[in-house]
Nanobody, 121 residues
Framework: QVQLVESGGGLVQAGGSLRLSCTASGSILSINAMGWYRQAPGKQRELVAL???????NYADSVKGRFTISRDSAKNTMYLQMNSLKPEDTAVYYC???????????????WGQGTQVTVSS
């Protein structure tokens, strides 16, 4: 079982960019799919971006065209490049894996501390 650690969050102004990293203790290719999730104050956690072990990607409508999910299997690391950030992107961002490539399937029931992203107006 791999362990995932998020990093790269911070405070940025609206319109700025940020790159998040998710580093795994094991091969990310052993997981069918990995995704970035976020939880804003007063809201439920939501899936933002997903990448499968075949390399296909999908995004929530709210971030499509602004965020890019990618991976470096040699480094066992997944990334989320966030551009044109908006105040509504403010949230704690988490990474997690799932046993299915379906957008609608739940991830593994184990969450880390996440990384805080704050976008000021």
């Amino acid at each position: 079982q791999v362990q995932l650690v998020e990093s790269g969050g911070g405070l940025v102004q609206a319109g700025g960019s940020l790159r998040l990293s998710c580093t795994a203790s094991g091969s990310i290719l052993s997981i069918n799919a990995m995704g970035w999730y976020r939880q804003a104050p007063g809201k439920q956690r939501e899936l933002v971006a997903l990448i499968t072990n075949s390399g296909s990607t999908n995004y929530a409508d709210s971030v499509k065209g602004r965020f890019t999910i990618s991976r470096d299997s040699a480094k066992n690391t997944m990334y989320l490049q966030m551009n044109s950030l908006k105040p509504e992107d403010t949230a704690v961002y988490y990474c997690n894996g799932k046993g299915s490539s379906s957008w609608y399937k739940d991830p593994f029931d184990s969450w880390g501390q996440g990384t805080q992203v704050t976008v000021s107006s």
